[in-house]
């Protein structure tokens, strides 16, 4: 009896137990654990979000995207992209025990602030992950349309909110009013090139200019400088000399001040002897005014005389004849 095609059968089956092992050891109980599957709704493009992308709370995985589908609403002809994540309990506990499908309270978890999220695995390769955190300070929309699975809301990716932004910019508009601002300032530019090739050759011109007036002022002051010199000089001596004139002359000035002092004194006395006497009831005035009257008095009688005289000139000879 040929025993071979029994021998190859058994190494078939010890193969596959030991492969069953292997996967059993490797992957621990992956394969009998249940999964908790949620749905999230992305406004925004999910370019790069592939089946079996990460999900991460924080950074830290703890799932995979199951599927991305898209829903198309007949009636109002537009399109839903309802995300898949698979959770897998063991990567998240509790405080009084495992994560699984029946002790999660999303709507619990949904009130304390748990978002979806779209960021980015790899700039270079623009894969996009499922980012799970809480931001209790976002408003929660979710869109109802979950086909039974539990959905979390989600908030804008950081790519999106800049893309967003830059859609709102109107960059065709900046650009062209950047290149109309280029456009002006190289205008200005020529015409600043143009206006300033004259201001710099009249500058040039004014320094050079100055420069021969400094020169010509420089060598008129070296010509000056000796004649300069010399005046002074003289004006040094005649000063020291009119210095000794003056102190050889100081006492016989002094004196000469003392006696010109010394007189209008006198002149001053003489004044106030001259004030007394003329004054109306002085002894000299009164003296004075009596000898004034006989003068007059002394000559009326001569003048009388010499009338009669005039008139009886015997009266020399002969004397006055009294009748």
Known sequence: MNRKPAVVGAFILGALGVGILAILFFG?????????????????????????????????????????????????????????????????????????????DYGRLIKAGLRAQLALQSLITGQLRV?????????????????????????????????????????????????????????????????????????????VAATQTLQTANEAIHRMQPQASTALEDLDQLLTEARRQVAGRGAELSRALGTINRAAQEGETLLGSLNGLAQPR????????????????????LREFAQFVERNPNALLTGRVTR
């Open 28 to 104: 621990g109980t992956r394969w009998f654990a249940k999964s908790s599957d949620v749905v999230v709704f992305f406004s925004e493009s999910v370019a790069g979000l592939d089946v079996g992308a990460p999900v991460t709370f924080n950074g830290a995985r703890i799932g995979s995207v199951k599927s991305v589908v898209i829903r198309v609403l007949v009636g109002t002809l537009t399109a839903r992209i309802p995300v898949a994540l698979e959770i897998d309990p063991a990567q998240v506990t509790w405080e009084d025990g495992s994560l699984g499908t029946n002790t999660v």
């Open 131 to 207: 980012d799970l955190k809480f931001l209790p300070d976002t408003p929660a929309q979710p869109v109802g349309a979950s086909g039974g699975l539990p959905e979390i809301p989600t908030v804008p990716s950081d790519l999106g909110q800049l893309r967003n932004e830059l859609a709102g910019l109107h960059l065709q508009q900046l650009s062209e009013s950047a290149q109309r601002a280029l456009t002006a300032l190289a205008r200005v530019s020529d015409h600043v090139d143009a206006e300033l090739g004259p201001v710099t050759r009249d500058v040039h011109e004014t320094v």
């Open 282 to 301: 002085s002894a000299f005035r009164g003296d004075l005014e009596a000898t004034m009257r006989d003068l007059a008095a002394s000559a009326s009688a």
